[in-house]
């Protein structure tokens, strides 16, 4: 029987197991789903039972560089400004304390402990340790969404949201930064351009792009037609990510954000957006499950280590960042709802993984996705007893991000639609 | 007009890239396959404004922008995205079972098969007559002795007898026709490719004894034709039945689900060696008629076939070899007019007999013109066969599949526009802002 039937065979028997296996812990014991499709690319990759091969893996490599593309899109799908602005000011400042000073616990702390365990300069560690910081961003919006249900007026629960997509935000911006200061050249051209006109590069394609799709699409409501438009735009701009080995979340959330703000079809395009989400999440956690491999170094202590220093982190800084701004300060627990990871966590992981001259690339993915499985199985408990919540019926789906304050009314609709 | 400076725009924008740029291990097809993506969606939408089909337009994007006229989207590109094709082809196999309906296949089966085999044995009769009579003028052919001349006649008659079921999903789900001729039109597709494809392996088969294939080619036994067959039936019973379990007991992520299925049912064929498409096509009638939740996985399907019509058509148009196409349209016009010719009277001929309404009998011959993926395969297979003589010839039938896949839709879209089943016509491309 030919390896790619088996394989097929595999996943398939696996996904309706994991269905059927999670739904029931989903609901038992509040668990998000998700990891499990990251746990099962494991046993099918190369590493463990060798059912994916690393050539198959390879050959999927266009569909993993469409789902990096597609869930930047999405993640700029929420940041559409007028809806922003009527978000309370110190919320967003909330937010954006909290993502700086995680970002900054994790990269400091993560920064010595590579230097210490691995024995070399802290100078050499920099760029992984920052690159750990942006994986260790992202919020689970799912363990914000399963602690909405019941409670749709928390302010605790807008300021949640609000943070999940500014860490979102930060987290691309950083990590897109980031590879184009790593751009490992191999132009065909007289000078190679400087990180820094990588970086420039980077946001021009996801700015011009957004204005050029916006110009492309119009005010096209059909959605069929609406759904091949934007998935030309999003495969075009994350190909040409992919092409010039920059990070593809970057430019596809530009264009999301641009879109979102200049068309009057927003609606319909996070709509389309939205409706594939599922599908490549969960080909990239199953996908990004089969590309890990062991790291060359030293690597179970300081990835541990990584999954401690993230909640310390998340749990310290939402903390601090409370403490700053005065007596409008959300409930003292609310960093509890974010330590959930989630599915950008494993995008920004797998962006840097894949960029195989970065440095300690594989051990930046595998704290990653580490990470990923050890909170993804007990966020969504404690995210509930940060905002608080009456009655579960069943599981929040898991998804990539959030789409803003807007979004609970929906979220709870469906819950009891269940 | 605006959407053309775009993508001038971004023909540009990908000049400037190229330079900076190295291609990353499997994801170089991404950027030229995007650009395919929007300049097909581009010239489908310029099509529909001039009343054709829009595949009509995805076509012409794909013959533009591939490898024959502007190299946009490379030859290695279009091979690389095969895998997208065939899963293109699969779910639209999946769809077509999906849209028979067990009630509609006792009301109107006899009906159905009588109108194939006259269509099929008249249009295969007639292209085989055109083939042998034309055969001294085409050069591969013209020094053959007559045993030979008809051996290859007859493979060509067997070949271009096939219709398409992609071009005829695609119209329909374009058009939302779902009328008597629409109905028609999609039954006769579905069983003629059937037949053909056993009146093709009993040619082939013929030939062998005439002309002797090249070495190392496995010979064709009748065994190996019945489990082609009847095992594409059992198989594709099996797998529908799968996805009614499925849908019967988990009824979630339908999209993902639909994909996964057709891609399952994709490897089973190739490691069963079953006829694939006749597998996918049981494996949707049994989704849709057996369970009672069919049609939440047919609408799931649906909606990702809009997006998989305007790439496997786009590529589809980039695999046309213009060139060879040019140089054969003295061969292929005639032949063309003599299909199209032979499917109209076999339709008529077959009107009385088969019971078909006056609508259905003026206008289904119109549905039955086109040429796709089916034919190509096929061709392949002569071409494998007889790589002398073979090659050549099936260079000749992928020209008149280009003519085909470009007039027959036109040709469909105006049958249905004439039978009053056009449901979505005029549908604006975009409604104003505030509209």
């Known amino acids: 029987m030919p390896s790619t039937l088996v394989l097929l065979s595999l996943v398939v028997a696996a996904w309706l197991a994991a269905h059927v296996a999670f739904e029931w812990l989903g609901r038992r014991f509040m668990v998000l789903s998700g990891a499990e499709y990251l746990l099962l690319g494991i046993l099918v990759g190369p590493q463990v039972s060798g059912l994916l091969t690393a050539e198959t893996t390879g050959a999927f490599a266009p569909f993993l560089t469409l789902a990096l593309g597609w869930i930047g899109a999405l993640v700029g799908a929420q940041f559409h400004l007028p809806s922003l602005l009527q978000v309370p000011a110190i919320a967003v400042r909330l937010a954006f304390t909290e993502s700086g000073l995680a970002l900054a616990l994790v990269a400091t702390a993560m920064a010595g402990i590579l230097a210490g365990v691995l024995g070399v300069p802290l100078v050499s560690v920099a760029l992984p340790a920052l690159a750990l910081g942006a994986v260790a961003l992202p919020s689970a919006p799912a363990a914000a969404a399963l602690a909405s249900l019941g409670n749709r007026r928390s302010a605790t629960l807008l300021q949640v949201q609000v943070t999940t997509a500014v860490e979102a935000l930060v987290g691309i911006v950083i990590l897109g930064i980031l590879l184009s200061a790593l751009h490992p050249g191999g132009t065909r051209t007289s000078r190679p351009p400087t990180p820094t006109e990588w970086a420039v590069i980077s946001l021009a394609i996801g700015c011009l792009g957004g204005v050029l799709f916006h110009l492309f699409l119009g005010s096209e409501r059909h959605i069929d037609r609406l759904f091949v438009g934007l998935a030309g735009a999003v495969i075009l701009v994350s190909g040409g990510a992919a092409y010039l080995h920059l990070s593809p979340l970057l430019p596809a959330m530009l264009v999301g954000a641009i879109l979102v703000n200049t068309s009057g079809n927003r609606g319909e395009v996070r709509q389309v957006l939205s409706s594939v989400e599922r599908p490549l999440y969960f080909v990239l956690l199953i996908f990004a499950g089969a590309l890990w491999s062991p790291p060359t170094q030293a690597w179970v202590l300081p990835v541990l280590l990584f999954v401690g220093v993230r909640l310390s982190a998340k749990l310290g800084a939402a903390w601090l960042a409370a403490r700053s701004i005065g007596p409008h300060r959300p409930s003292p627990a609310w960093g509890l709802a974010l330590l959930g990871h989630g599915g950008l966590g494993a995008a920004l992981a797998l962006s840097y993984g894949l960029a195989r001259h970065a440095p300690l690339a594989d051990l930046v993915f595998t704290a990653g996705i580490a990470s990923i499985l050890i909170t993804d199985g007990f966020s969504a408990r404690l995210a509930h007893r940060a905002v608080g919540r009456r009655d579960v019926a069943s599981p929040p789906q898991p998804s990539a991000t959030a789409e803003g304050p807007e979004r609970a009314p929906a979220i709870r609709q469906r819950s009891e639609e269940r | ?435």
């Open chain 2, 1 to 435: 007009m605006r959407r053309l400076l775009v993508l001038a725009v971004l023909l540009g924008g990908l000049q400037l890239l190229e330079p900076l740029g190295s291609e990353a291990a499997g994801s170089s097809a991404l950027l030229p396959f995007g650009f395919l993506v929007l300049g097909a969606y581009t010239v489908g939408e310029l099509a529909s404004a001039f009343g054709l089909p829009k595949i009509v337009g995805y076509l012409v994007a794909g013959a533009v922008f591939g490898p024959e006229a502007l190299a946009v989207v490379p030859r290695a590109g279009v091979e690389e995205l095969d895998l997208v094709s065939q899963l293109a082809v699969a779910l639209i196999a999946f769809l077509a079972g999906a849209e028979l309906r067990w009630d509609d296949v006792r009301r109107d089966g006899i009906k159905i098969l009588k109108l194939v085999m006259a269509e099929v044995g008249l249009t295969f009769a007639a292209l085989s007559t055109a083939m042998f009579l034309l055969a001294p003028y085409v050069p591969v052919l013209s020094d053959l002795p007559r045993l030979e001349t008809a051996a290859f006649a007859l493979l060509f008659g067997s070949v271009a007898a096939v219709h398409s079921p992609a071009v005829t999903m695609a119209l329909l789900s374009e058009t939302g026709a779902r009328g008597p001729v629409a109905r028609t039109t999609l039954g006769v597709v579905l069983v003629s490719d059937v037949v053909v494809v056993v009146l093709f392996s009993a040619t082939l088969a013929l030939a062998r004894s005439l002309v002797a294939p090249a070495a190392g080619v496995p010979a064709l036994s009748v065994g190996a034709l019945l489990w082609e067959m009847g095992g594409a039936l059992l198989v594709g019973g099996f797998l529908g039945a799968g996805v009614a379990l499925y849908l019967r007991f988990v009824g979630r992520d339908l999209m993902l689900f639909a994909v996964l299925a057709v891609f399952f049912g994709l490897e089973i064929t190739r490691a069963l060696h079953v006829e694939m498409l006749l597998t996918l096509l049981v494996a949707g009638f049994v989704t849709e008629n057996v369970g009672q939740h069919g049609d939440d996985l047919r609408e799931a399907m649906e909606r990702s076939a809009a997006p998989l019509f305007v790439v496997f058509f786009a590529l589809s148009g980039a695999k046309i070899d213009l060139a060879a196409a040019w140089a054969l349209l003295p061969f292929v016009i005639p032949l063309a007019l003599v299909r199209a010719g032979a499917i109209r009277a076999g339709v008529h001929l077959a009107s009385r007999w088969a019971g078909v309404s006056d609508l259905e009998r003026r206008h289904v011959w119109m549905g039955l013109v086109s040429q796709a993926g089916v034919a190509i395969g096929l061709a392949a297979v002569v071409a494998e066969a007889y790589p002398e003589k073979g090659v050549p010839m099936a260079s000749l039938i992928l020209a008149l599949i280009a003519v085909n896949e470009t007039i027959g839709p036109i040709l469909f879209r105006r049958a249905l526009a004439a039978a009053g089943e056009v449901a979505i016509l005029e549908e604006p491309s975009e409604v104003p802002v505030g509209g």
